[in-house]
């Protein structure tokens, strides 16, 4: 087909919609797009026209007039499209906004970071590692005057007086062979 044939083919609305971007300047989209355009006109049309309908019907009217469809627009445009407020009343906002001072940056330059006690990668543990040698535990006097099995009581009080609780387990003896 060619594009006289195509163009007596196609329903008169969607010649409006091909002359209505023509006038605005668009010259290449896709046929997909009048398509498009079409349904979204017969869309509002359709949702004014109800509109209309039930504004007529709440005035005691048989049939729909000019004035049920006007008021049916306006109401659309009211409820559909809002209008940003004025320069004046933006402006007048701004310098309100403004005249509150930004807070004063404590850190030097760059990303300022949280303390350390806060990050997940700080350490939260201590080893306690044995100071006469890899394979014997080490014996204080603490661990001989302490009680043997403690109660649950006395667990937390030791936990609690020390902040940094100390790991210590016994590490195997080295192997003078390494290879």
Wanted: glycine share 4%; charged share 25%.
């Amino acid at each position: 087909m060619s594009d006289k044939d195509e163009e007596l083919a196609m329903p008169r609305d969607a010649k409006i919609v091909k002359s209505l971007l023509k006038s605005m300047g668009v010259g290449d989209y896709e046929p997909p797009v009048i398509h498009t355009f079409l349904e979204l006109w017969y869309r509002y049309i359709v949702d004014v026209l109800t509109d209309a309908q039930v504004y007529s019907e709440h005035a005691g009217k048989s049939e729909i007039d000019c004035d049920d469809v006007k008021l049916a627009i306006q109401s659309k445009l009211n409820f559909s499209f809002s209008q940003p407020p004025p320069r004046e009343v933006l402006l007048e906002l701004a310098q309100n906004r403004n005249k509150i001072p930004l807070p004063k940056t404590i850190a030097g330059p760059g990303i300022p970071l949280p303390p350390d006690q806060d990050t997940l990668i700080s350490p939260n543990y201590m080893f306690g590692i044995p100071s006469q040698g890899y394979g014997e535990p080490e014996e204080t006097e603490d661990e001989e005057t302490s009680i043997p099995n403690p109660s649950q009581e006395e667990k937390t009080d030791m936990q609690q007086q020390d902040p940094h609780q100390r790991v210590s387990f016994p590490l195997p003896k080295c192997q003078k062979d390494y290879f």
